[in-house]
Every structure is written in structure tokens, then in C-alpha cells.
């Protein structure tokens, strides 16, 4: 058909309008129209008033509306009286004809009313038609976007709905999509309808097509008529629209962010015409759609593979150990969204401003390794120092070239995209792409997408660098783990430690050598005490301001060299070609505990190992260094306390919850014999000696102290030794808890009793050696020396039986400054050496200056002897001391204790040896005490002894004397008296005689009160009392011994009390005398350096003058020996017969006694001085302050 | 017929002989008086006991007696030159010497220049009538003698 022919065919209809009419009725009053739906035709029917016509009018499509000439409408006449008659109906140019195919009777008379009422009703008819497709593309848009809405994550499913849509609607007889590549060089048919292509794919070429150009480039439409005459076609597109006769297109661009993605077709096949605006309109609206929901489905798979590749990467960055595995999946996952033909990834260190490709992909350029000087000028650095995505095109790099921003590295690219990898707020790398083909092949939805894609890579890279420096650290920790644990387990051996410490770094480093240099307190220096794969290093000694040591300990952080020998720093000691051969770089943590630095973790690489330390290794390095500084410290400490437990003097014993032993240190093995591998799992209560009950009884303890919270102590109980003996113990303990609180067991010490109550024992048997030593009787008898020495020879039999001795010999010496001593007494000796005993001289002890002298300076030589010690020493000197023959027989002694007497040494106890083994040091107080006890009583009696022969000889010599005198005077008497018998009374002769006989008896009294030394009491008629100031009588007595104190380094100390005493009638020389002697006393017996107080008390009836020292002391048998019996001797004192000491409260008491008062004494236990026990001593002497007459005989003033 | 009484007799047992001489031959005139510490003079038996002891507590061991001659006075085995008067007494007073003349009871005075307190008191002890002290008068003793020999 030519172009002037009606386009629309007239399709039959059936027979059935005339029922389908009834009822009908024309909104008009000659025209009943009503819509049935009929496929998809609209059909009119009406009937002609008043004729016997009705019509049936079928409106078969229509193209356009507007152009209701080319309307071609089929009517259907109908004589419901006869046959059907179909009458074909032209409408152009408002003009009808109706074309009878067979004439109607009587239809010519009908014809213009018919014609009238078609033309009437077409008119409406094409209204309600134009309606109608209006809103049939509305519909059909409607239902496009609800069916693009619906199947909008499907975007073949969309395409085809559409071309559908416009088939349906635009009445074609084919639509279709071609999609163009992102490059925009070629397209393919992704949907059509009907479908005509089926499988085959079909490519439509963009380059070089004009009109395809046209419409992707200037994003215009093509509307071609007759297909078959488009020379713009190439043959292979022809031949396509050929095959399915294809004669008009119109092809509409898809447009979707200013870019055409793809085109929307419309065929007819068997029309050849243009499109009207109204279709090419309708078909932009459609393309418009599609483009949305193509944006939309774009969006969403973007949306979902973004998803995916986030999904995607953090499985690889978790799984994949491999950062460039990781890199090229990031590159096929970007793949899915954006053009990858070239693509980079690099990774940026900001620290060490560093550049590395992770992965490259590149058309023209070639790369390798590209400088970090180049990498720093160049668009992903650009990116890097902007924070933010860029897109480049030519004129924006030459812009940035200009200014020296960037420059260019490779082939010159169209257009390049860059995203920054960003984790953390820090940029750790640059993802880009580029075409080196068309500006347009990326946009900025591309950069959004790749920004995206780069946001999820730049979480992946970090989760990957994150995981592996968890993996690493997690690595260390379960090193240390498993160093701790076996130093828990097996032992606290620091060595161990150090080499698995050594060793982890080493291996963690990917070192070839570790050392650990620890520094040595006491010698200030840092030693190398492990080294591992560098052997030679062990043992060196580096000084603190040597080598690279000298940088760590600077700066208190590692450091590290790849270039060691070249480095400033570098110790000479290693500056040999052994070393060199062996030594490239190196890394020195320092491990730091408190503040200070324990010691120094070492890495080196071998030169040629291309192993290159860096920032990175010394950071590591000190992560390592932190729980291995932890682990050295925990290990120390635990040796220590293993060595504090192992090596406490106590028994340590530790239980679990259940009993069981879990700790036994040495001194419980000692103490109970069984060895510790052997005991620990093992119950206790099995080793308590009273087994279970005792188990009890002490977990009830145990459980009491710590309700009550109290501490447990000193429990006596008793285990069971490995012989099966019962050891007592002491037990001290308490209940163990964990950091919850929770009891986890108990600890206990033990002291093991045995010894102590072996020493008890041996203390009880020595005090009742002692007290049998002390309470032997003194013989009455010992009244010459042979006496003395059998008394002795007992003493010492006894004490040699007792404490098992082989001999004892007792030196002695008479005279108080004699330093020979002689053999007084023994016990033990054979015969031989009894016959010829040795002597014992202080000088030859060499504990005295070499004077030769044969007396001892009291007061400068005690001073040098000191006190006995029992140890080797002393007895070399003391055997050393004895001298003369058979002295060689005493080079076995066991000890020999010296005994002061006042200031003198005047004794020797030498003890043999001892039968059984013995350990001097804890005899050392009881041998003091036997010595003491032995001396003393040979002192005292010896002294005796002395004092008594001499007295003996005075008295003998006095009686002698005074018996002569008296015989004498006894003869002269009796002369007198003869002489009165035979001259006459009262010539004076008999005067004479009689004044001779009472001289003579005066003389005789004379001679025996200067001479005989009768007792105090009868001397009474020679004191003269008078009354005197008290006060003033001690005062002067004090002055009088003021220098004496002071040069014997006491100090008088004069307290007030003496100043209120009251006067008193007393014999001021006699008294003076007796107070004096108090003093003298005092300074003789106290110490030096101490003072001697005097002080008084009074009341009505007596007056107490007090002299108190601190030095000897004075028991009761002072009082018995130096007071009482002193009244006898009082004389021979006074006239310093005797030596010795203690003659002053003699002489004291006879005054006081002869004052009608006394002398007394008290004594009691000071704290040491100068290291010798010391006694606070009171001596007071006593008197009446009113004296009655009658009991004195002496004069009165 | 009145009979006169009897001279009273009196041992003096003294050694030094010298010494009392001037005092003991002024008694004699009122008392018989045999002085003397010797052994042969001593151990003579007597008929009648003596009425007096008169001791000296001291006795050396040799004398020069009243003839002048040199005697070995009485001296006891352990016993101390100075206690032999003490001695003496107590051997008196156990009868030892009653066929001598000393019986046991017979009044005894020490005379003695002994100073000892406990010899004295020894002697105390062995009942005597008097101690006195050399050296004393004549008048003393015979005040003492007279007091005695009167009771």
C-alpha cells in the first residue's frame, strides 16, 4: 500500500450485535453506543433512527488521532431484516464514503443519513479513541514502572516488559534494547519483543556508524522511515532487518547520568513510515523508565556487589595470608562496577612515607618497580596528600602539572580516577583506574563506585595488617605461653626463658642471630649471656657508653641498622672480619622493668640475607620485649621465692583443697627424710604421726584461725618421720585463697623440736650439774690449802664425770697481779704429769703486750683479754700459755675459761678434751658458768686460806707479844707490890709504889688496845661523837674522791637529798672514814664510763647515806664474807695487810656498827655496758640520829 | 682443944715463874703454894686435894723453874701451847688428876695474859671462879683467893 492508504485492515466481526444491543441506549437521541471489550478493539454500536438499519462500527486501531483523515473505519451495516451487508467506510479529509461491497436495498436512500450519523458518531467516536490511547500509554506507562518496581532487580525482565508495553501500546510489530558497553564502543541486544533474535547475540557497532554515533554521542534519536534504503547502515545490520523485514525504526536513547547506556528500539515490519512525536515522545518516556530503573538496578547491584565485595574482602583479609591475593581480589571484585582494564593498587606507610604496588594492571605501561622519589610526584600520591577521590582529566592535569602538584608517570591517559584507602583516619594506600581510550569512559558515579569499592579494600588491607599483627602478637603471647608455662611447670630456670626468648624473637624477627645482653649491676657492665646462631657473641662485655647500647640505654628505645660497621656507633670489639662476615644489621630493644634496664633483646642479619630492619622490626621488636620483660620477671621472681622456699630454714609444707602436699622444700625433706618427688600427691594426714585424728585436730585449727582471723602458731603436733619415729614439731600455718577468695588449700611451717628439745634436755642436765657443783658442801675442814685442793679435785672430778672431759687442770694465781698461775687443782692426769705440771703464764698467751713483766697491769691488760670465746683462736692462745714440761700434754684441750676476779684475771679453768664430739659454741654459757662456779670457790677459799695464815701469824705474833708484855708488866706489878708489902702506907715508898703498880696496869691496857685488835665493840670508848652536819660530812667525803673518779672515768654525781640531811652526833673522822670507803668501793667495782650516784633519806630516828653504782655485782655471799666477818679483821684491814678487795665495807661496817647503825647492800641486774653484764648496786650505810646515852661509852662533848 | 685449921693450899700452874715470883711468895706467907707447869711436880700424889687452882692459860713449852733449872713444862699432844692451860682444866675437870691433889670441883682462877676471846671463853666454860688478866696487883688477887677460899 502507498502511503495515501488506509493503514488499518478490517477484520469480521461475528452476528451477535443484535442481542449485545439490546437495551442499549444513545446518550443521544439517535445513537446508542456502548464499549464492549473485544480483544483489543474498540467497537461502536448503534442503530439508525428510525430505519431498519443498526450498525455495528469496529474501530480497529488508529495510529493517530489527530490525523483522523487517514482514519480507515469498518462499519458494519446490518438490515435486521435481511442479510448482513458490510459497508466500508473511508473517512478522510472529513469527508466519508462509504462503499457498499454489496449494495443494500434501499441502503441509497439511507446512505447520507447513515453517513451523517457515521461521520456523527466517528466524531465521537475519534474523541473517545484519543482518550483512550492517552490513557492507554498512561496505563502502560503505569504498569511499567509498577512491573520495573517489581521486577526492578532484574534488569532483562525490565527491558523486555517495556518493549512489550510499546509493542502493545504503540501497536509495532517489535521492539528492543541494545546496551552499549561502558566504553560506549559497541552494544548488544539485551531484550526484545516478540522475540525474533532468540539466542542469538547480536553486537551493534558504535565506532564509525554515524548514526550510532549520533545517538550515543549527541544522544539524539533516529527515526528511519524505510530501513532498507539507510545507507548509514553497515551490511551486517542490514541484513538482520532484512531477514525480519523490518522496514521503519525509531531508536531512542537510554540516558542515564547524562550518559546513554543503551537505545530503545520500535520496528514495523509491515508499515514503512515515521514515527509521530507523539511516539517518539512516548518512546523517550519509556527510554526515560527504563533509564531510571536500569539507574535503579544499576544501583542496586552495585549496592548488593559493593555488599559482596565488602563481604568478600573481609572473608580474604581473615583467610587469605597474602596481601596480593587480597589485592587482586579487590581488583576482580571492582570489576563488577567499574572498567578495571587498568588498575592500581598501592600502599602508602605513612610513617616511613613509603610506596608499594599491592597489584597493577595496565594496557600500555610495563611496571616494576617504580622509585619512592617518582611514586611521591605522581596521581595516586596526589591523591594521598588531597584525603578525597579524584578524577582526572587531561586539563586538569596539565592544570596540576603546571603547578607542580604531580607529574606524569607512564602513558598519557584520558581520563584516571583515584580513591584514597582510608582506615582509621589514616591513609594506608590509593586505589585507581584509567583509559587511555575516552574521557567519557568513567564519570563521577565511577568514582563514587570506586571511592566505594576503595573504602571497602582500604577496611580490608587494614583488617589484613590488624590480623596479622594479632596473629603475630598472638603468636608471641602463646610463645610466652608456653616459655611461662614451662617455666612454672618444669622449672624457673632464667636461662631457659632467655632462650626461648631469644630463639621466638629471632624466629618472629626473621633474624638470623638474637643475643640477650644483661646488664651486670656489680660490675657496671653489659654482658652477653645468650646468644643463638652467633655463638662467638657469648660472654662479651660491653660498657654502658658502648656500641649501640650506648643509643638504647640514651634514648630508652630500640634501635636498628641495616649498615652496622658503618654506623658511628658501632663497638670496635666487634669490628673484625669475623664479625663482619657475620654481621649486616642489627636491632637492640631494651627490655625495661620499674624504669630500669634489665637487658637487651638483639636481632642481626647476615650480610646477604637481603633481610632489611626497619622501624617496623624495632617496634615489633619492643612489643616482643614487653611480655618477655614480664615473663624474665615473673621467672626471677619465681626463683627467688624457689630459692627463698627451698632455702628457708623452716619446713614448708603446702596442701591442696584435698590434702594432698603440693610444695616440700629442703628443710622438710631434712626433717622428715622422705625425699620431695617422692612425697608430693601424697595425702598428708598418712604423714602426721597420729595419723587421721591429728589430720583433723589440725584442720580444725587451721579453720578456727581463720574464722576468727587469727594466725595459727607455734601448735605442737607431731609428723612421721621415714623411720617411723615421731618428730615433734611447732606448727604455724594458715588457709590459702585465690584472687576470688576461694580456698585453694593451706601452708604450713614446721620447726622441727628435736634439737631444741635436745638442747632443753642438755640445759636441764648442765643447770643440775651446776646446782650439784654449787651445793657441794664446803668442808668445814678446808682450812689449809691441801684442804682446798681436795675440795677442788672433787669439783672438777665431778664436772669431769658429768660432761664426759678427759682432764681438767685449775690455774691459779695467789697474788692479784701475777701473770704465772699455778696448777691449784686437777682431775684426769696421769701420774707423770702430775709429778711435773706445767705452769700457766698470761704472757706467753700473746694476749698481753710484750712488756716482760711478770705483773699485770689491771686495769690497761683487762681490757685486752676480754671475755673467753670458744673458738679456735683462744685455745692456740690459751695452750700457747702454758709452758714448762709436759706442757705438749695439754696441746688437746678442749677450752680454757679465764675468771676475773674484781679487775684481775686470776684463774684459768682448763677444760681436756671431750670424750664425745661437742659443740663448744652452745656449751660456751655453761663451761662459763662451771668455770665461774669452780673459781670462785677456789678463789674465795684461797683467799681465805691466805687471809687466815696471815692472820694467823699476825695474831700469833700479837699473842706473843701482848703475853710477853703483859709478863712483864706482871712481874713489874708484882714488884710494885712487894715493895708496898714491905714499906709503911703513906711513905713514899709506898706511894711510889703504889703510882708504879697502876702505870704498869695502864701499860698493859695501853699494849693490849693498840696491839691485840680486839672487836669494834669494844673500841667504843674510842670514838668522840659529836654533833655534826651530816650534809656537809658527805660533801666533803664526795670532793675528797672527786679526782679519784675521774681518772678512773666514773663521775660522782652528789644528788639534793644530801643537802637535807640534819645533823647528827657522830665521830666526823670515824664516819668520814666510813663513807669514804663506800665511795672508794664504788669506783672500784663500777664500770668505767659510768657514774656513781650518792644520795640520802632520813626520818626522826635515822639518817641513810646511799652510794649507787653500776658495775660487779654483790650477792649474798658478799654480804656474808665481805660485812660480817669483817668485824674480826678490821684491824689487819686498816693496816693493808690483806690484798684483795671489799676490806672498805669492812672497815664501814665496823663504823657504822659502832654508831649503833649498819652497812647493807642491794644489788640487781643492769642492762650491759660495754658489752659486760652489769648489775645497779646500792650500798647504804645506816645510822641513829639521836644516840642514847647509856648505850655508849664514849666521851661527850 | 682448938684445932687450928689447916694452911690452905693452892696450885699455881704457871710457867713463868719470873714474872708472878715477887707476888706468888707474898701469898705464900698466908696460903701454901706450889707453883710450877712441870710433870714431876704435878704428878706427885697427895693426901689432901688442893683448895685453889690458879692457871695460866699459855705454856711454853720450857721454863727455868724456881731453882733456876730449865723444866719441860706439861704440853698435850695437838693441843696449842696457848690453849695447854685449857687443856689442863678440862682434864681436871674429868678427874684425870685427882690422885694429884686436883679434884674435880676444886675452885680454879685464871690468870692469864691471853688475849684470845674464845680461849677465854673456853676457860668460861669450864666452870671457873674468876678470870683475871695479867698483869694484876697483889691486892687483886688476894681479894679474889680470900673471896674464894672463904666460901
Not at chain 1, 533516529?222 to 545490520?237: A, S
Not at chain 1, 714448762?884 to 678442749?894: H, P, R
Not at chain 2, 724456881?66 to 674429868?94: A, C, H, M, P, Y
Request: with cysteine; charged share 30%; proline share 3%.
Amino acid at each position: 500500500m502507498g502511503s495515501s492508504e488506509p493503514q488499518i485492515l478490517c477484520i469480521f466481526q461475528d452476528n451477535t450485535l443484535p442481542e449485545r444491543l439490546n437495551g442499549f441506549q444513545s446518550q443521544e437521541d439517535n445513537l446508542a453506543i456502548e464499549y464492549l471489550p473485544w480483544d483489543d478493539r474498540v467497537e461502536v454500536k448503534g442503530k439508525i433512527k428510525d430505519s431498519p438499519f443498526r450498525f455495528d462500527v469496529a474501530l480497529l486501531q488508529v495510529p493517530d488521532i489527530k490525523k483522523i483523515e487517514t482514519l480507515e473505519i469498518v462499519a458494519v451495516i446490518k438490515d435486521y431484516y435481511r442479510d448482513i451487508e458490510i459497508v466500508y467506510i473511508s473517512v478522510s479529509d472529513d469527508r466519508f464514503f462509504v462503499k457498499p461491497q454489496q449494495p443494500l436495498p434501499g441502503y441509497r436512500a439511507y446512505q447520507p443519513l447513515v453517513c451523517a450519523e457515521i461521520f456523527h458518531l466517528l466524531s465521537f467516536f475519534c474523541r473517545q479513541v484519543q482518550s483512550r490511547r492517552e490513557r492507554q500509554m498512561l496505563e502502560g506507562l503505569h504498569k511499567l514502572t509498577l512491573g520495573i518496581n517489581e521486577k526492578s532487580v532484574d534488569l532483562t525482565d525490565i527491558l523486555k516488559l517495556t518493549c512489550r508495553t510499546a509493542v502493545e501500546i504503540m501497536k509495532v510489530d517489535h521492539s528492543g534494547f541494545v546496551i552499549y558497553e561502558k566504553d560506549l564502543s559497541s552494544g548488544r541486544v539485551a531484550a526484545e519483543f516478540p522475540s525474533i533474535l532468540g539466542d542469538e547475540a547480536v553486537e551493534i557497532p558504535v565506532d564509525g556508524i554515524e548514526r550510532e554515533e549520533k545517538l550515543v554521542f549527541k544522544k539524539e534519536h533516529i527515526d528511519i522511515q524505510n530501513l532498507m534504503e539507510d545507507t548509514t547502515l553497515n551490511e551486517k545490520l542490514k541484513a538482520i532487518y532484512q531477514r525480519w523485514c523490518i522496514r521503519s525504526i525509531l531508536i531512542v536513547p537510554v540516558v542515564l547520568n547524562q550518559k546513554v547506556i543503551a537505545s530503545f528500539s520500535l520496528d514495523m515490519m509491515q508499515k514503512c513510515r515515521h514515527f509521530y512525536e507523539d511516539e517518539i515522545e512516548f518512546c523517550r518516556k519509556l527510554a526515560a523508565h527504563v533509564a531510571l530503573a536500569i539507574g535503579n538496578a544499576r544501583h542496586l547491584k552495585e549496592i548488593s556487589v559493593l555488599y559482596e565485595i565488602g563481604l568478600a574482602l573481609e572473608e580474604q583479609s581473615v583467610q587469605t595470608g597474602d596481601i596480593k591475593k587480597i589485592a587482586g581480589s579487590i581488583r576482580d571484585k571492582a570489576a563488577q562496577l567499574v572498567d578495571v582494564k587498568n588498575f592500581f593498587l598501592i600502599s602508602y606507610d605513612e610513617k616511613r612515607d613509603y610506596y608499594e604496588f599491592l597489584f597493577h594492571q595496565d594496557e600500555m605501561d610495563v611496571i616494576s618497580t617504580i622509585p619512592q622519589e617518582i611514586m611521591r610526584n605522581s596521581f595516586s600520591a596526589y591523591v594521598i596528600r588531597q584525603k578525597k577521590p579524584q578524577i582526572l582529566r587531561p586539563k586538569d592535569i596539565d592544570y596540576l602539572m603546571e603547578k607542580g602538584e604531580l607529574k606524569r608517570v607512564g602513558h598519557e591517559s584520558k581520563v584516571w580516577l583515584g580513591a584514597p584507602l582510608i582506615a582509621r583516619d589514616r591513609v594506608i594506600g590509593v586505589m585507581s583506574v584509567q583509559s587511555y581510550t575516552h574521557e567519557e569512559a568513567y564519570d563521577e558515579h565511577d568514582l563514587t563506585i570506586l571511592s566505594t569499592i576503595a573504602g571497602q579494600a582500604a577496611i580490608a588491607i587494614d583488617n589484613y595488617r590488624l590480623l596479622q599483627d594479632l596473629r603475630q602478637q598472638l603468636l608471641q603471647i602463646n610463645a610466652l605461653y608456653d616459655a611461662t608455662k614451662v617455666i612454672m611447670q618444669e622449672t624457673p630456670n632464667i636461662s631457659g626463658l632467655l632462650e626461648k626468648i631469644v630463639r621466638e624473637a629471632v624466629e618472629f624477627s626473621r633474624a638470623q642471630a638474637g643475643q640477650f645482653i644483661s646488664y651486670d649491676s656489680a660490675r657496671k657492665v653489659f654482658r652477653v649471656v645468650f646468644t643463638y646462631n652467633l655463638d662467638e657473641l657469648k660472654g662479651m662485655e660491653f660498657a654502658p657508653d658502648e656500641g649501640m647500647i650506648s643509643q638504647v640505654i640514651k634514648t630508652g628505645k630500640g634501635q636498628f641498622t641495616n649498615d652496622y660497621f658503618n654506623e658511628s656507633y658501632a663497638s670496635g670489639k666487634l669490628d673484625i672480619p669475623e664479625f663482619r662476615a657475620k654481621i649486616q644489621g642489627m636491632v637492640q630493644v631494651p627490655l625495661q622493668w620499674e624504669g630500669n634496664i634489665i637487658g637487651i633483646l638483639v636481632m642481626t642479619s647476615r650480610p646477604g640475607d637481603n633481610r632489611v630492619f626497619s622501624q617496623v622490626d624495632v617496634e615489633q621488636l619492643e612489643q616482643f620485649a614487653r611480655p618477655a620483660t614480664i615473663a624474665i620477671s615473673i621467672s626471677r621472681t619465681i626463683s627467688f621465692q624457689q630459692a627463698l622456699l627451698q632455702s628457708n630454714p623452716e619446713a614448708i609444707i603446702a596442701l591442696n583443697n584435698k590434702g594432698k602436699i603440693t610444695e616440700f622444700n629442703h628443710t622438710s625433706e631434712q626433717i622428715m627424710g622422705y625425699r620431695k618427688r617422692d612425697i608430693l600427691g601424697k595425702f598428708m594426714g598418712d604423714y602426721y604421726y597420729d595419723g587421721l585424728e591429728e589430720t583433723r585436730r589440725m584442720k580444725k585449727i587451721l579453720d578456727e584461725g581463720e574464722s576468727n582471723g587469727r594466725p595459727v602458731k607455734d601448735i605442737h603436733a607431731g609428723v612421721k618421720g621415714k623411720n617411723g619415729d615421731r618428730i615433734p614439731i611447732l606448727f604455724s600455718g594458715a588457709i590459702l585463697k585465690d584472687e576470688f577468695g576461694q580456698r585453694i588449700g593451706s601452708i604450713g611451717l614446721m620447726r622441727d623440736l628435736r634439737e631444741i628439745t635436745q638442747i632443753e634436755q642438755e640445759f636441764h642436765k648442765q643447770q643440775a650439774i651446776l646446782a650439784e657443783l654449787e651445793s657441794m658442801p664446803q668442808d668445814s675442814s678446808i682450812k689449809e690449802l691441801q684442804g682446798l685442793k681436795d675440795h677442788l679435785r672433787r669439783m672438777l672430778e665431778k664436772t669431769c664425770q658429768s660432761c664426759r672431759l678427759k682432764y681438767m687442770v685449775l690455774f691459779a694465781g695467789i697474788a692479784e697481779k701475777d701473770t704465772v698461775l699455778q696448777p691449784v687443782a686437777w682431775w684426769g692426769l696421769p701420774e707423770d704429769i702430775v709429778s711435773n705440771q706445767p705452769l700457766f703464764n698470761w704472757r706467753k698467751t700473746e694476749l698481753l703486750p710484750r712488756t716482760g713483766d711478770t705483773e699485770m697491769d689491771i686495769r690497761q691488760e683487762a681490757k685486752i683479754i676480754t671475755e673467753w670465746l670458744p673458738n679456735e683462736e683462744w685455745r692456740k692462745r690459751i695452750t700457747g700459755g702454758i709452758r714448762g714440761q709436759n706442757k705438749d700434754y695439754f696441746q688437746g684441750l678442749a677450752c680454757g675459761v679465764p675468771v676475773r676476779l674484781a679487775d684481775n684475771y686470776r684463774s684459768l679453768l682448763v677444760f681436756g678434751p671431750f670424750i664425745e664430739q661437742n659443740d663448744l659454741m652452745k656449751m660456751e654459757k655453761f663451761l662459763k658458768n662451771i668455770a665461774l662456779v669452780i673459781n670462785m670457790r677456789a678463789m674465795s677459799w684461797l683467799q681465805a686460806i691466805y687471809l687466815q695464815a696471815r692472820r694467823k701469824e699476825t695474831e700469833n705474833a700479837l699473842e706473843l707479844v701482848t703475853h710477853r708484855a703483859r709478863m712483864y708488866l706482871q712481874q713489874i706489878t708484882g714488884k710494885f707490890s712487894l715493895i708496898k708489902q714491905k714499906v709503911d702506907r703513906g711513905t713514899p715508898a709506898a706511894d711510889k709504889a703504889q703510882e708504879g703498880e697502876r702505870l704498869a696496869l695502864h701499860t698493859a691496857r695501853v699494849i693490849k688496845h693498840v696491839l691485840c685488835g680486839q672487836s669494834a665493840e669494844m673500841e667504843r670508848e674510842d670514838y668522840t661523837f659529836q654533833c655534826h652536819s651530816l650534809a656537809a660530812l658527805v660533801h666533803n667525803c664526795a670532793a675528797t674522791f672527786e679526782e679519784r673518779a675521774r681518772e678512773n672515768k666514773r663521775e660522782i654525781r652528789l644528788d639534793d637529798s644530801i643537802d637535807n640531811l640534819p645533823q647528827a652526833e657522830v665521830d666526823d673522822r670515824f664516819l668520814s672514814v666510813a663513807i669514804g670507803y663506800l665511795i672508794e668501793n664504788a669506783i672500784k667495782y663500777s664500770f668505767e664510763e659510768t657514774f656513781i650516784k650518792i644520795f640520802s633519806t632520813y626520818d626522826l630516828k635515822t639518817a641513810t647515806i646511799i652510794v649507787q653504782d653500776i658495775g660487779e655485782d654483790m650477792d649474798d655471799r658478799a654480804r656474808e664474807n665481805l660485812i660480817k666477818p669483817g668485824k674480826r679483821w678490821t684491824m689487819s684491814a686498816r693496816a693493808r695487810q690483806i690484798p684483795g678487795s671489799g676490806f672498805g665495807l669492812w672497815e664501814s661496817s665496823v663504823i657504822a656498827v659502832a654508831h649503833e647503825g649498819h652497812v647493807d647492800f642491794f644489788s640487781i641486774p643492769y642492762k650491759p655496758v660495754q658489752g659486760r653484764p652489769a648489775h645497779q648496786v646500792k650500798v647504804w650505810l645506816t645510822i641513829p640520829l639521836k644516840q642514847e646515852k647509856g648505850n655508849l661509852s664514849g666521851k661527850r662533848r | 682443944m682448938t684445932v687450928q685449921r689447916k694452911r690452905r693450899t693452892i696450885f699455881y700452874f704457871e710457867d713463868d715463874v719470873d714474872c708472878i715470883n715477887e707476888v706468888v711468895n707474898i701469898l705464900k706467907e698466908q696460903y701454901d703454894i706450889i707453883l710450877a707447869a712441870h710433870w714431876p711436880v704435878i704428878k706427885i700424889k697427895r693426901e689432901f686435894p688442893f683448895d685453889l687452882v690458879i692457871i695460866d692459860l699459855m705454856i711454853h713449852r720450857f721454863s727455868i723453874d724456881e731453882s733456876g733449872q730449865e723444866v719441860e713444862n706439861i704440853s698435850f699432844e695437838g693441843i696449842s701451847w696457848k690453849r695447854t692451860g685449857v687443856d689442863f682444866l678440862k682434864r681436871i675437870r674429868i678427874e684425870e688428876y685427882v690422885e694429884f691433889g686436883f679434884s674435880k670441883d676444886v675452885p680454879v682462877i685464871i690468870a692469864s695474859a691471853v688475849v684470845d676471846y674464845n680461849v677465854k671463853q673456853e676457860a668460861h666454860n669450864l666452870k671457873i671462879s674468876h678470870y683475871i688478866e695479867k698483869p694484876f696487883t697483889l691486892g687483886e688477887i688476894q681479894e679474889v683467893i680470900r673471896k674464894i677460899l672463904a666460901k
